[in-house]
Structure formats: C-alpha cells, structure tokens
C-alpha cells in the first residue's frame, strides 16, 4: 500500500506542477527591502492551486516592476537575475512542462522526474524560490552625533591648525545597488519581508564611525567647518569611500545622499577662532593703528562724557595708557607704509600730476637694483646683501646731474672739456692720480675703462 500511495503522490505532485506559472511583486514600501515573490492564482485556475508552493515550472513568466530586481534560487544557489523592468521567462528550470518546449522533450523529463519524486514518497525534494528587491533610495534616515566629533580647522591666511569639536545631525539615504551581495551576505533565504528596521541601527553606527574620518577629509579640502552643508556631496563621496569595505564591497549598498540640518561647534572653540582670526588681523600695522585709533576715539567719547572723576582726569589716563603701550597709531601707519610693496618701475617713472616734482620723488623712491637682484633699495646699501651702492658712472654736472653723453640730461649743459678723471665703478677706489690709473684697481681687480670716467 505504501508503494502504491508513493506512484500516486509523486505522480499527482507531478502533474500538478506542470503548469505554467505567473509570479509578480506588489509596490514595495519604503521600509521593505526584500520580499518574495507570489505565484498568481484565482478561482478558475484550479488545477494550478494544487502546485507546491517552492517549485517553479519551465516556461513561467516573472513580472519585474521599475525599482525592483528579481533573482532565482534553486535548491539554494542564484541561478537567475533580472533588474530589468518588464516580462521575464524562466525557461531554463529544471522542472519541466508539458506545456513549453518540446512535448516529446519535456515528456521524458517529466516521467524522469516523477521517478525521482517517487524515490522520495512522493515529495518534491526541490526548493526553488523568487526574491524581489527593493532598488530605489531608501531615504529618511536619521543620524545625530550623541558625542562631539572632533575636526580639525585650517585657515593657511592667518596660520591657525587646531581640532575642536562639533555636534550636527540630519538625514540620509542609500540603497541596493548589488542585489546579490545583499541577499548573500545579508538577508538570505527569507520567508517574511526584510525590512529595513533589521538593518538600520548596525548601518548608523558605522555611520558614525566613519564621519570623524570624513570630517578629516573635508577639512584637508581647506572647507571650512561652518561651510560644510553646502558640500554635502564631497562629504557623501568621502563616507562611501571610508564605508566601501562593509557598505559596497560587502552588503552591496551605498550611501547616495547625506544632509546636513545643522552643524555647531561648541562656544568656547567658536569664541576661540574668533579671538585667534581677530589678533591675527591685527598683524597687519594698517589695521592695527585703524584698531588702536578707534579704540581711542571712544575712549575720547567716554572721557568727555565722564562727570564723575573729570575729563581732565580720564584724558590724562588715557594718555598713560598709550604711553604704557610704547606704540602709537602715528607709528604703526609708519611701518604699515615701509612693509607696503615697492611701486613697479612704470609706476614710479611715470608722471603725476598731483604736485610739481611728484614724478622726481617716485623715481627717487624706486630706488638702485643691487647685483643680487633686489630692487628698490633707497640706501647706501643693499638691504637684502648688505653690498654698497654702485658708484655713480659719467661726469657730474654744475646741477648735481650724473650723465654720460655730451650734454646733461637735466639742465642741457655741454660736456666740460679737460682730461678725463679716473674712479672704479666697482669699488669706488680712486687712484692718487686721478688723470692716470693703473690698468686694474688694486682693490677689486676691476679694469679701468670708460665706465670708470668721472668727468
């Protein structure tokens, strides 16, 4: 009897999953990640009702929705995949049909088939199942630093490196983008809806960890802390790269957005750039004689105001107060003026009309180019090399004028006749006989020449 039961069972099962069967997904909601597929029945296909549940005959046709992906396990390997929306036709199963393919073909198959199912009293002894994933942005994450995290602020105008730390929260969102990976490592052979509340706090904790990195790289991209929500994709490039490892390469999801709603350091770091940023402006002499000349004027203002003590008696502190300080506005304007860059040759050979003699005293103020290079020096020597002022080179004029033609640059005079007078230009060595040199200067070895002529 029990022989005759197994022919009947494996022959029943057998036939009743020849039939072709339909399999689609309903609309995944925002918390689904993976679900399995349902087999389309109703009440008019009824021999199809009587089917196993985890079989998957030749010939069956799997619906795929925009969003989604579907894969194939059979006997607990992916042997399909599909994340194209549309119709897809299973036709490699290694369930046959009657009713797809070769009737003769698939004749065979089925009693071989029915032959193996007997073997084991009638059971299929097959599992084949379809999985849907959800393929969209999975959005409305949120995340908050429960702890400062610390990041470093480098501002290269005023030279300030230091780490403070800061608090900010927001949202962001990832998704599926390798559906195998995720079903392998991550959710498996499900019966139920994997959601994403199962996988949503492991994801926000590395999450976390991975943002002190992140914040390091926005911070070596010279963004300023303050500034970081308006970079929020360099911010979600680095946390992908930093999460890559447990993210992509093994769960098979990426972060595609991630906003800020707000970021603060605390009020001490924030008062601490800001005195840092102040005193570094003050560097300047220019802003420093502007601080000290405003920070005087209202010390005016206060001590005419002043009826208790006196004006005479607040003027007289304030005066004490700048003696004590050993510097003035008047003084700090000064050297903002010497630090201030030399006009360019062009500038200062050209003419203004602002007052007579300006053109003169801008080409005084260009100054002598030293053999080393450095221009505008105004001195007898050389302030980067300390080397002296050349000698001036030609005959001298009745006016104060150096020329070297015929006649004088300045005031048109000719040349005075007379034997020429001897001086190195180099060393400005001048011989006993100024009419007759040596043929070098005993102090440098430089040749006399028509450069060495005074007048």
């Given at each position: 009897m029990g022989l005759i039961r197994s022919i009947v069972a494996a022959a029943g099962s057998g036939m009743a999953d020849q039939w072709r069967e339909y399999f689609y997904c309903d609309s995944l909601e925002t918390n689904v990640l993976v679900t399995k597929g349902k087999k389309r029945t109703n009440k008019r296909s009824a021999g199809n009702n009587k089917g196993e549940e985890n079989i998957i005959s030749n010939g069956s046709v799997i619906a795929v929705n925009e969003g989604q992906c579907m894969i194939i396990v059979d006997q607990g390997k992916i042997v399909e995949f599909c994340a194209e929306a549309g119709e897809f036709t299973y036709d490699t199963s290694s369930e046959p049909?009657?009713?797809?393919?070769?009737?003769?073909?698939?004749?065979?198959?089925?009693?071989?088939?029915?032959?193996k199912r007997f073997t084991f009293a009638g059971d299929t002894a097959k599992d084949q199942r379809i999985y849907f994933f959800n393929t969209k942005e999975i959005m409305g994450n949120k995340y908050g630093t429960a702890n400062p995290v610390p990041f470093r602020v480098v501002d290269e105008n005023i030279g300030l490196d230091i780490d403070i730390s800061l608090r900010c929260n927001g949202e962001y969102s990832y998704k599926i983008v390798d559906p195998l990976l995720f079903y392998t490592n991550v959710c498996g052979n499900v019966v139920e809806d994997y959601e994403r509340e199962k996988l949503d706090s492991q994801l926000k904790a590395e999450l976390m960890t991975a943002l002190q990195p992140a914040f390091a790289r926005i911070s070596a991209m010279g963004i300023r802390y303050s500034a970081v929500p308006a970079h929020t994709q360099e911010l979600s490039e680095a946390l992908n790269d930093i999460l890559s490892a447990k993210w992509s390469e093994l769960r098979g999801i990426e972060i595609v957005s991630f906003g800020v709603n707000a970021i603060k350091a605390s009020a001490e770091?924030?008062?601490?750039?800001?005195?840092?940023q102040k005193s570094a402006v003050l560097?300047?002499?220019?802003?420093?004689?502007?601080?000290?000349?405003?920070?005087?004027?209202?010390?005016?203002?206060?001590?005419?105001?002043?009826?208790?003590?006196?004006p005479m008696m607040a003027f007289a502190g304030m005066n004490m107060a700048t003696q004590a300080g050993g510097m003035n506005a008047q003084q700090l304007f000064q050297m903002g003026q010497q630090a201030a860059p030399a006009p360019s040759p062009a500038a200062a050979s050209a003419p203004s009309s602002a007052a007579p003699g300006a053109g003169a005293a801008a080409k005084t103020e260009a100054g002598w180019e030293c053999s080393c290079g450095k221009k505008g020096n105004t001195g007898k020597f050389c302030s980067e090399c300390g080397a002296q002022k050349p000698a001036a080179q030609g005959w001298t004029c009745a006016c104060g004028a150096v020329n070297k033609g015929k006649f004088c640059s300045e005031c048109g005079a000719k040349k005075p006749a007379g034997e020429p007078l001897y001086k190195c230009d180099k060393c400005g060595w001048e011989p006993e006989d100024p009419k007759n040199p040596p043929k070098f200067c005993p102090e440098c070895g430089d040749p006399f020449n028509d450069d060495d002529i005074l007048k």
């Amino acid at each position: 009897m029990g022989l005759i039961r197994s022919i009947v069972a494996a022959a029943g099962s057998g036939m009743a999953d020849q039939w072709r069967e339909y399999f689609y997904c309903d609309s995944l909601e925002t918390n689904v990640l993976v679900t399995k597929g349902k087999k389309r029945t109703n009440k008019r296909s009824a021999g199809n009702n009587k089917g196993e549940e985890n079989i998957i005959s030749n010939g069956s046709v799997i619906a795929v929705n925009e969003g989604q992906c579907m894969i194939i396990v059979d006997q607990g390997k992916i042997v399909e995949f599909c994340a194209e929306a549309g119709e897809f036709t299973y036709d490699t199963s290694s369930e046959p049909s009657l009713f797809y393919g070769n009737l003769g073909e698939n004749l065979t198959k089925t009693f071989a088939m029915v032959g193996k199912r007997f073997t084991f009293a009638g059971d299929t002894a097959k599992d084949q199942r379809i999985y849907f994933f959800n393929t969209k942005e999975i959005m409305g994450n949120k995340y908050g630093t429960a702890n400062p995290v610390p990041f470093r602020v480098v501002d290269e105008n005023i030279g300030l490196d230091i780490d403070i730390s800061l608090r900010c929260n927001g949202e962001y969102s990832y998704k599926i983008v390798d559906p195998l990976l995720f079903y392998t490592n991550v959710c498996g052979n499900v019966v139920e809806d994997y959601e994403r509340e199962k996988l949503d706090s492991q994801l926000k904790a590395e999450l976390m960890t991975a943002l002190q990195p992140a914040f390091a790289r926005i911070s070596a991209m010279g963004i300023r802390y303050s500034a970081v929500p308006a970079h929020t994709q360099e911010l979600s490039e680095a946390l992908n790269d930093i999460l890559s490892a447990k993210w992509s390469e093994l769960r098979g999801i990426e972060i595609v957005s991630f906003g800020v709603n707000a970021i603060k350091a605390s009020a001490e770091d924030e008062a601490m750039i800001k005195e840092l940023q102040k005193s570094a402006v003050l560097r300047n002499p220019n802003m420093a004689a502007a601080t000290l000349v405003g920070a005087q004027a209202e010390a005016m203002k206060s001590a005419a105001s002043n009826t208790s003590t006196g004006p005479m008696m607040a003027f007289a502190g304030m005066n004490m107060a700048t003696q004590a300080g050993g510097m003035n506005a008047q003084q700090l304007f000064q050297m903002g003026q010497q630090a201030a860059p030399a006009p360019s040759p062009a500038a200062a050979s050209a003419p203004s009309s602002a007052a007579p003699g300006a053109g003169a005293a801008a080409k005084t103020e260009a100054g002598w180019e030293c053999s080393c290079g450095k221009k505008g020096n105004t001195g007898k020597f050389c302030s980067e090399c300390g080397a002296q002022k050349p000698a001036a080179q030609g005959w001298t004029c009745a006016c104060g004028a150096v020329n070297k033609g015929k006649f004088c640059s300045e005031c048109g005079a000719k040349k005075p006749a007379g034997e020429p007078l001897y001086k190195c230009d180099k060393c400005g060595w001048e011989p006993e006989d100024p009419k007759n040199p040596p043929k070098f200067c005993p102090e440098c070895g430089d040749p006399f020449n028509d450069d060495d002529i005074l007048k």
